[in-house]
């Protein structure tokens, strides 16, 4: 994105000088002047946040994209939309469209990011063949696991439960969309989990499920050729990787989670 400061305009006419816009801005690029009056002093400081413009009640801070009206769900159509949430393993017969994909990603372009850098790239696998020829390849770098490598017990089990048709690895997904990020990306991780998260929650709302995808990312550590043939691009580190597809069945009760513990300090 472009430094966003450098595009900010001030409408001087209806500016109430409230100062929210001065107080919003993480890195106090924006500062008042003697008459109060905001100004933006544009720099490489500017991580294109956006609060300024956000905050600004009067809608005096304008930047030339079209913004949306801010709004929270309500908070029992949250609540109970997230305790809704299930991993998702068993799929309906259909491919995941290139559409559904982008939507699903769209949304984590506003999930937060560290220095607002959002390092998180996608890698997105929606040709149900391609799922399977990953679990296929899978198995057969497990099974040439030697017997003394620290690997073993693990490759054995997954490569039993594998032989015998049941796919451990991608729960017979048509897709699997996988977050990558620039290995020197310092929040690289972070920001993928989030991202990923994000996605997560957001695919119940769009007809889709989704699971975390553990076991792909346990072979993606051990077997390099892996990344290649899911087609990593050079440069970038699978972060953490979805299961997604359209669910067979709709979960019709909610089950008990204990309250977390809180350590009160
Ligand atoms: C891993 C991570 C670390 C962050 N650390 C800080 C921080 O130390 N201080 C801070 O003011 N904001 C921090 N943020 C917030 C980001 O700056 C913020 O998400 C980003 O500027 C985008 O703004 P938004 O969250 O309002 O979309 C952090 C965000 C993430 C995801
Ligand atoms: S976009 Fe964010 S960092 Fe840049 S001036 Fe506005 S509030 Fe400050
Ligand atoms: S938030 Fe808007 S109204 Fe308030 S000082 Fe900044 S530009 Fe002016």
Redesign the pocket.
């Known amino acids: 994105m472009t430094n966003l400061a450098e595009s900010i305009q001030i409408n001087y006419g209806i500016c109430t000088t409230c100062g929210a816009c001065v107080k919003a801005c993480?890195n106090n690029i924006i500062q008042r002047d003697d008459d109060a009056s905001p100004i933006v002093h544009p720099g490489p400081e500017c991580?294109s946040?956006g609060?300024c413009i956000a905050i600004c009640p009067s809608g005096a801070m304008t930047i030339p994209q079209e913004t949306e009206k801010a709004g929270f769900a309500d908070a029992a159509i949250l609540a109970r939309h997230l305790r809704s949430r299930r991993s998702i393993r068993l799929w309906k017969d259909s491919p995941v469209t290139k559409e559904e994909c982008e939507e699903l990603i769209r949304i984590t372009a506003?999930a937060?990011?560290?220095?607002?850098i959002h390092p998180v790239k996608w890698v997105v696998v929606n040709e149900p063949a391609k799922v399977k020829a990953f679990v296929a390849a899978s198995a057969e770098l497990l099974r040439q696991v030697p017997k003394d490598n620290r690997m073993y017990g693990l490759a054995a089990g997954m490569l039993r439960k594998l032989d015998a048709g049941n796919d451990i690895l991608c729960r017979n997904a048509p897709a699997l969309l996988i977050a990558v990020a620039n290995p020197k990306e310092d929040?690289g991780l972070?920001?993928s989990i989030?991202s990923l998260t994000y996605a997560d929650v957001y695919a119940p709302s769009i007809g889709l499920g989704t699971c975390w995808a553990g076991f792909v990312m346990i072979l993606l550590g051990v077997f390099p050729p892996l990344e290649k043939i899911l087609g990593i691009p050079e440069g970038y580190k699978a972060q953490f990787a979805l299961l997604a597809g359209h669910p067979q069945y709709a979960f019709t009760q909610i089950p008990p989670r204990d309250m977390p513990e809180i350590f009160w300090t």
């Open positions: 993480p991580i946040c609060h506003h937060p990011s560290g220095c607002n929040l972070v920001d989030i």
